[in-house]
Structure formats: structure tokens, C-alpha cells
């Protein structure tokens, strides 16, 4: 122990003293401390707007409840709550869809509301998520691509190898003199982050939050564990350093930008989806032809004020019911293929560590795919709600007709607004599942760093350190 500790201090006080390091460190700390200042002032306009549309939202509630058959079949919209943790992994937050239309017979598929301009060119922002995958990856290789190789050339590995030092100690040192390094820009620049969130950008973290933060640093640990591992299995391998930093950085863009970058298209090809306009016209003729269906049959139908009810009622509203549960099955069909592609890219890019790792924080911080998937299991359940508590009410008014959730034939009693069901996001819920999806992810990339750190150690072992 003692020798390692010896390594660990030598080499450690030689990364802090490195120029790279001092870049690196500058680079991380400015660019997490304006990503929190750019966070803060877009979460704050998004709370905005996300209260405002929830308060039109109830005013039209309001208005319909004068009756109802009015409150209960009128068109809905549930919203998704801004992320407190976006400015962590932003998961597509901006662009994502935030908006469900639905009523109480049918959802639709997931849309955007507000948002950028979207004829400005899509950047990736400057979340931790990014500073760490591209940024302080590739200061890992900066570090430590001349780790060995440089040390050989200049005579130092011989002469250290030369005292009883185990090369495994020594080996050891290096990895944990790099990841320390690596981890003090980033544990300052998190802590700036927080301040100015929690002091500027009034934003709260809960408890919740606040381990969820815990939780994706050590996974960024494990990360960049295997970029400071990469860099030492090349500098033992190569004979000389510049070699070994042409190689990793071949090994880094392959990585953190080739495969990552590949997913998409790939999966564009491999898990082809209709068009919109496509699911649009497959939408427009199911009404046709389930018309077909009753052709011959009377579907005649008016409202209560104006004709008593008989069968035709009935039997139209039979009709309608079999147009939504198949206008239903389609906008379910489209959703679970988009939802599908974009798991299939997911899986693309995880087989780099780059994609693993977007994939892990996504997950840890409930944001991207995992929490669109949530959201729209979440607005059918409220859609559920909304249809109990309609058949419950309209049950209780003897002069309705009970064809349910048709406007015209339900009960016509004014409803209390403030009992009505509405989709609303808890905060900080609905994270169970990608938490325990994100650990797992976590642990995989501390699985891999467990491989090559046997492998740096082999390879150690078997090197001439001449």
C-alpha cells in the first residue's frame, strides 16, 4: 500500500503541474458553471409557460363543467413538467414532445409545445452529461497517453523498475493518480453548478435529486475510469508516445463520436416507421370503413333536446365506440414503432462507452426515452380516471341515457371543476424504473473498467519496461 501511495502522490503531483491538466480543468469549470447559469434561465422560462398552459387548462375546465357530458368528453392535454435535472443529461429536454392531446375515448400521439426556433441547427447542451462524455474523456487521453511510454523514453521506467517497486502497485498508482485528477474539475465544477442553480436559478433540490447527483458522479467516475485505463494499456503498448496519443485519439473518436453518431441512421434503416402522413391517412380511413360496417343500418342520431332516444342512438354510439378502439389501436401501433427505433438506436450506441454512458445518466436522472415512455403511461392512466369518474357520475343522474362519453347523451348536471380529473406530474415521481435501469448501466461501465484494468495489468506485466 505504501508503494502505490507513493506512485499515486509522484504522479498525481505531475498531473496537477501538467499544462493539459490546467486546460482541462479551466475548460470543464467554465463550461459546467454557463451551462448551469443557461439551465437556470430555461428552466425558469419553461416553469412559466408550463404554469400558464396548466392554469388556461383549468379554466376550460371551468367552463365545461356546466354540465357534465360537456367536462367529460371535452379535448384534453396533459403536459410534462419541466426537469429540474436537466442541466445533468438534458436527454433532448428541449425538443422532446412535452404535450399529450386526448379525451376520455382516445389519446393521440405525444406533441411539442413552445420550445426554440426549430430552424436553429441542434447543438448538444452544455449539461454534465456532455462535459464529461467528449470533454473530460478526452483530457483522460491527454493525461495519460504518455503515462508509460514517456517514462521509458526517457529512462525513468527502468530505473523505478529497477527498486523493488510491484508493477501492479505501480500500475495501480497511475490509474488512481489519474481518475483524482480527473475528478477534482469535475467535483468543482458540479459544486458551481449546484450554487448557481440553487442561488440564481431558484431552482430546489429534493432529496431525490440530490442522490440521483450522487449516483451519476460515481457512474462518471467509472466512465472516465476507462479512458484513463485506455490511455495506459496504449502508452504500455506503444513504444513511443506519439504513437500511442495517434492511436488513442483513433480510439476516442471511434468511441465518443463514430458509433454514438451511427445509432440514428442505423436505425432509421433497420426499424423503418411510416411516415406521418402515412399514419395520417391510415387514421382518416378507419371511419370509413367501419361506416361500411353498418351500412344498411339506421345510425341516426340527434341530441336529447331534439329527438327522444331509441336504437339508432345506441347503435351509433356503437359505431363511434369501435372508430376510437381502432383509431386507439393504430396511434398505439406508430407509438410503440417510434418508441422502438428509438431503442433500437440506444442500443447502437451503447455497444461504445460514450453511448453506455448517455444511456446510464438518461436513466438516473429520469430524462430521454425512459421518461417519455413514462409519460404516456402516466396520461393514460389520468384518461382512465377521467373515464371512471365520468361513468360514476353520469350514473347517479336518472335522466340521462347513459350512452357513455358521447357529449349529447350523458348527464347534462353541472360538475363540481374542482373534482374533476386532470393529468398532473408529480415532482420528482415516476423514476423508479430508470433509476434501477440506470445502476445497471452504471454497473456495466464499472464491469468494463474491471476488464481493462486486468488487461493494463497483464500487459504490464508482460512489458519490456526498457
Known amino acids: 500500500m505504501n508503494t502505490t501511495r507513493v506512485i499515486l502522490t509522484c504522479a498525481l503531483k505531475e498531473y496537477l503541474a501538467s499544462f493539459r491538466l490546467l486546460l482541462g480543468f479551466i475548460i470543464v469549470v467554465f463550461l459546467m458553471a454557463s451551462g448551469a447559469l443557461i439551465y437556470s434561465l430555461r428552466y425558469q422560462q419553461e416553469i412559466l409557460e408550463y404554469r400558464g398552459v396548466l392554469a388556461d387548462l383549468d379554466d376550460r375546465i371551468r367552463k365545461e363543467s356546466q354540465s357534465?357530458?360537456?367536462?367529460?368528453?371535452?379535448?384534453?392535454?396533459?403536459?410534462?413538467?419541466?426537469?429540474?435535472?436537466?442541466?445533468?443529461?438534458?436527454?433532448?429536454?428541449?425538443?422532446?414532445?412535452?404535450?399529450?392531446?386526448?379525451?376520455v375515448n382516445l389519446w393521440m400521439s405525444p406533441a411539442r409545445e413552445g420550445g426554440v426556433n426549430y430552424m436553429l441547427p441542434p447543438f448538444e447542451g452544455l449539461d454534465w452529461d456532455f462535459i464529461v462524455r467528449v470533454i473530460l474523456s478526452f483530457v483522460a487521453i491527454a493525461l495519460t497517453y504518455d503515462a508509460v511510454s514517456g517514462e521509458r523514453e526517457r529512462g525513468i521506467l527502468r530505473l523505478i523498475m529497477a527498486n523493488p517497486v510491484p508493477r501492479d502497485k505501480f500500475l495501480t498508482g497511475k490509474l488512481l493518480a489519474g481518475l483524482i485528477a480527473l475528478c477534482i474539475p469535475l467535483l468543482l465544477g458540479a459544486l458551481i453548478s449546484v450554487a448557481i442553480l440553487t442561488l440564481f436559478g431558484g431552482i430546489r433540490l429534493a432529496g431525490g435529486d440530490l442522490i440521483r447527483l450522487?449516483?451519476?458522479?460515481?457512474?462518471?467516475?467509472?466512465?472516465?475510469?476507462?479512458?484513463?485505463?485506455?490511455?495506459?494499456?496504449?502508452?504500455?503498448?506503444?513504444?513511443?508516445?506519439?504513437?500511442?496519443?495517434?492511436?488513442?485519439?483513433?480510439?476516442?473518436?471511434?468511441?465518443?463520436?463514430?458509433?454514438?453518431?451511427?445509432?440514428?441512421?442505423?436505425?432509421?434503416?433497420?426499424?423503418?416507421?411510416?411516415?406521418?402522413?402515412?399514419?395520417?391517412?391510415?387514421?382518416?380511413?378507419?371511419?370509413?370503413?367501419?361506416?361500411?360496417?353498418?351500412?344498411?343500418?339506421?345510425?341516426?342520431?340527434?341530441?336529447?333536446?331534439?329527438?327522444?332516444?331509441?336504437e339508432s342512438e345506441f347503435r351509433w354510439a356503437e359505431m363511434m365506440d369501435k372508430v376510437d378502439e381502432r383509431e386507439q389501436e393504430v396511434v398505439d401501433h406508430y407509438w410503440m414503432m417510434k418508441m422502438g427505433q428509438a431503442a433500437f438506436a440506444r442500443k447502437i450506441a451503447m455497444i461504445s462507452p460514450a453511448g453506455l454512458y448517455q444511456r446510464a445518466g438518461q436513466d438516473l436522472t429520469n430524462?430521454?426515452?425512459?421518461?417519455?415512455?413514462?409519460?404516456?403511461?402516466?396520461?393514460?392512466?389520468?384518461?382512465?380516471?377521467?373515464?371512471?369518474?365520468?361513468?360514476?357520475?353520469?350514473?347517479?343522474?336518472?335522466?340521462?341515457?347513459?350512452?357513455?362519453?358521447?357529449?349529447?347523451?350523458?348527464?347534462?348536471?353541472?360538475?363540481?371543476?374542482?373534482?374533476?380529473?386532470?393529468?398532473?406530474?408529480?415532482?420528482?415521481?415516476?423514476?423508479?424504473?430508470?433509476?434501477?435501469?440506470?445502476?445497471?448501466?452504471?454497473?456495466?461501465?464499472?464491469?468494463?473498467?474491471?476488464?481493462?484494468?486486468?488487461?493494463?495489468?497483464?500487459?504490464?506485466?508482460?512489458?519490456?519496461?526498457?
Open 214 to 310: 450522487l449516483i451519476h458522479l460515481l457512474t462518471s467516475a467509472a466512465y472516465l475510469s476507462l479512458f484513463v485505463l485506455l490511455g495506459l494499456i496504449v502508452s504500455i503498448l506503444a513504444r513511443r508516445s506519439a504513437s500511442s496519443l495517434v492511436l488513442l485519439l483513433l480510439i476516442w473518436v471511434c468511441l465518443v463520436v463514430a458509433i454514438p453518431g451511427m445509432a440514428r441512421p442505423l436505425a432509421t434503416i433497420a426499424r423503418e416507421i411510416p411516415s406521418r402522413q402515412e399514419f395520417d391517412d391510415e387514421v382518416s380511413q378507419i371511419f370509413n370503413d367501419v361506416l361500411k360496417e353498418y351500412e344498411g343500418k339506421d345510425v341516426s342520431h340527434a341530441p336529447l333536446n331534439v329527438a327522444p332516444i331509441d
Open 367 to 466: 430524462s430521454g426515452l425512459v421518461r417519455q415512455e413514462e409519460f404516456a403511461r402516466s396520461v393514460k392512466t389520468s384518461r382512465e380516471a377521467l373515464a371512471s369518474f365520468g361513468r360514476e357520475m353520469d350514473a347517479k343522474d336518472p335522466a340521462s341515457p347513459h350512452i357513455l362519453y358521447r357529449p349529447w347523451y350523458m348527464s347534462q348536471r353541472p360538475v363540481d371543476p374542482d373534482i374533476v380529473p386532470r393529468y398532473r406530474e408529480e415532482v420528482g415521481g415516476g423514476g423508479g424504473k430508470g433509476l434501477s435501469q440506470g445502476l445497471v448501466g452504471a454497473l456495466w461501465l464499472l464491469s468494463e473498467a474491471l476488464v481493462l484494468f486486468v488487461i493494463a495489468h497483464v500487459a504490464f506485466l508482460r512489458s519490456d519496461v526498457r
Open 68 to 103: 357534465l357530458a360537456g367536462v367529460v368528453t371535452m379535448g384534453l392535454e396533459a403536459y410534462r413538467r419541466p426537469s429540474v435535472l436537466q442541466f445533468v443529461v438534458d436527454g433532448g429536454e428541449e425538443t422532446l414532445p412535452n404535450r399529450i392531446p386526448y379525451t
